[in-house]
């Protein structure tokens, strides 16, 4: 897909997502966090990344903004790419992953260069953003830190 085309489809998205609020503010709920609660994995991050001063993305930020988006930003740690990001998923998601590498090392560094990028795109975004170290994999510990931080 090109710019264009994400732009359209993150529209769709967010257009549905003011649908529902709309709807449930007109219930009488008013307060945020009695909303809509909805929840995408790389959502408007890596569009920011990908089309750097894109007015649309700003757009995109303001319209999430009005409906109280928050951003969560799972990260792992240098030591942690390898055994996570590589190895944990079977030699199929490898073999994906190494496609355009020639080492793992080589693989790990881009990972981490691409997370630093989303890093400096978060702090650049109208969401506020929670960075969570995934390193130990504690998903229940997680959810409720994406629970704890966003209410």
Request: proline share 2%; net charge negative; charged share 25%.
């Amino acid at each position: 897909m090109d710019k264009d085309e994400h732009i359209q489809l993150l529209n769709r998205h967010v257009d549905y997502l003011e649908q529902q609020y709309n709807w449930i503010d007109s219930l009488g709920h008013t307060k945020p966090s009695n909303g809509v609660f909805y929840l995408f994995e790389r959502f408007h991050l890596n569009l920011r990344a990908a089309f750097i001063n894109s007015a649309e993305i700003e757009m995109l930020e303001m319209r999430l903004s009005r409906l109280n988006a928050h951003c969560i930003l799972l990260t792992l740690s240098q030591d942690a790419v390898e055994p996570r990001f590589i190895e944990s998923r079977g030699e199929a998601w490898k073999s994906y992953v190494m496609e355009n590498h020639f080492t793992v090392t080589e693989a790990c560094q881009k990972f981490l260069e691409d997370q630093e990028k989303l890093r400096k795109c978060a702090k650049q975004s109208l969401i506020p953003t929670f960075e969570i170290y995934t390193d130990e994999a504690d998903w229940d510990s997680y959810a409720i830190q994406i629970l704890m931080g966003i209410n």
